[in-house]
Every structure is written in C-alpha cells, then in structure tokens.
C-alpha cells in the first residue's frame, strides 16, 4: 500500500514467501511501499513483524504505529537507490563520532563518559581493527584515515535492510561506534541508549527536565529500539 490515509479494508493480514524474499498480504493484496515497489523483506521473522502492524490496524492507517513497515519503505525506496551515499553519509559520523569529545570538567561528568565510553572505543579497536581517539572539547580535529577507511568497508557491507536501520542507530546516537556495538550485542540496547544521552543526562541533572526536551528524548529512544529490533529481524534467517 502506497497510500498512509486509507481506511482499512482487509480481513486479514499475511506474510508469505514471494521471489527471494517474504511479502505482505492483505486478504491476497500485496502491499507495497510509498513508491509503488513490492514491500518484500529479507527474512520471514520481519515479515510477520510488518504483518502484525497491518493486522493490528483498527481504523485508519497510522504511520507512527507503524515503525517497521516505514524502515522497510524505507530500505527499498531510498537505501536500495542510494545505498553508497546512505552508506557513505553514515560512515561519516566516525570522523566525529561523539564517543570522542569529551568534558573536561566537572570531575564527575569526566568520570561517567570515560568509564561508559573508553570501553566502547577499546572494543572497537579490539573487534573492528579500528581505533578512534578521544580528545577535550568540542573542536573537530580528523580521526586516523586508515580506521575510518576500515569502519567505512565495514558499513559498506551491510544490506539494503541492515543499513537502513544502522543509519538510524547511528544519527539517533550521534555515534557509529555505538551503532557497531548495538548491531555486535556489544551492550544491551537499553544500556547503548544510556550511554549516548550521557551529557544530556548530565544536565538534566543538574538543571532539570523539560517536558517537551523529555517527550523529544522518549520519541527518539523508542526509535533507537525499533532500529536495532528491525536490525536484528532482517537478519534473522529462520
């Protein structure tokens, strides 16, 4: 289905096996995406998932309670078009990546990124051969080309679908090497998040919380974990 206004009009709604991969069903309709492209997805676990969504449909079609089938839109109508410069635009966030600027002061807020985020850059040097240096401050200064070049490969790797959920968990997290390790199960997914929003933690902390910076913040997080559940769902083969 192309179009996000429609009432809804099936019984049910399927996933089935269609050419290499598994399509959406709606009675015997096939959905498909914004751009008139068959909505088939790489694994049937993800199929069932999108199907849910559909199924799970009462009245009108509502995009936001539908996270799955937009990445999936997604992937095929944009990743799958522009997947080197997707590709290239996320390996990017490497060169700046946020694990690397840090505070100088207070003494504690020094304390809680080094200790959450020097063990994050030791991993990748450790599992991507790929070691990024942290510095003080804000100032962009260039990470070491060789690592960089060697992250890039790694995100040119990926498939139409894991990329288009990899993009989200990096520009939602400010960090590729965060997008590595949610994708590797480095950390829980839940522990990832807290290690991204450490400043901003910090200051809500201090300062407290505003209720439109907090609802902001909750919209995001719950998209950093539907990123790396339809990550793990488009890769699950069985």
């Known amino acids: 289905m192309s179009d996000w206004k429609v009432n809804r009009f099936w019984k049910n709604a399927s996933a089935a096996p269609e050419g290499a991969g598994f399509g959406i069903f709606l009675d015997t309709r096939p959905v498909r995406t914004p751009a008139k492209a068959p909505l088939v997805v790489p694994t049937q676990a ?8 559909w199924g799970a449909v009462t009245d009108r079609i509502d995009p936001d ?5 937009r990445m999936a839109n997604s992937a095929i109508d944009k990743v799958q078009t522009q997947k080197s410069e ?3 635009l996320v390996a990017a966030y490497g060169d700046s990546d946020l694990l690397c600027y840090r505070a100088d ?9 080094n200790d959450a985020w020097d063990p994050l850059l ?6 991507l051969n790929a070691r990024l240096i942290p510095r003080v401050g804000v100032v962009h200064s260039p990470q070491d080309p060789g690592a960089i070049g060697r992250l890039t490969q790694r995100v040119h790797g990926l498939s139409n679908f894991e ?11 400010g960090s590729l090497i965060i997008g590595f390790a949610a994708i590797h199960r480095f950390r829980t997914v839940d522990a990832l998040w807290d290690d991204s929003r450490i400043d901003e933690n910090w ?17 995001r997080r719950e998209a950093f974990f539907v990123s790396e559940k339809f990550f793990c769902l ?3 083969k069985t």
């Open 203 to 219: 200051q809500i902390e201090q300062w407290g919380a505003d209720d439109i910076a907090t609802k902001a913040e909750e919209f």
């Open 163 to 173: 990329l288009a959920a990899f993009h989200d968990l990096v520009s939602l997290s």
């Open 86 to 88: 997707v590709a290239e």
């Open 46 to 53: 993800l199929a069932q998932e999108i199907a849910a969504e």
């Open 65 to 69: 309670k539908m996270p799955l089938t």
């Open 105 to 113: 002061n207070p003494d504690s807020l020094v304390k809680r990124q």
């Open 234 to 236: 488009a890769t699950k």
């Open 122 to 127: 030791d991993w990748a040097s450790d599992h």
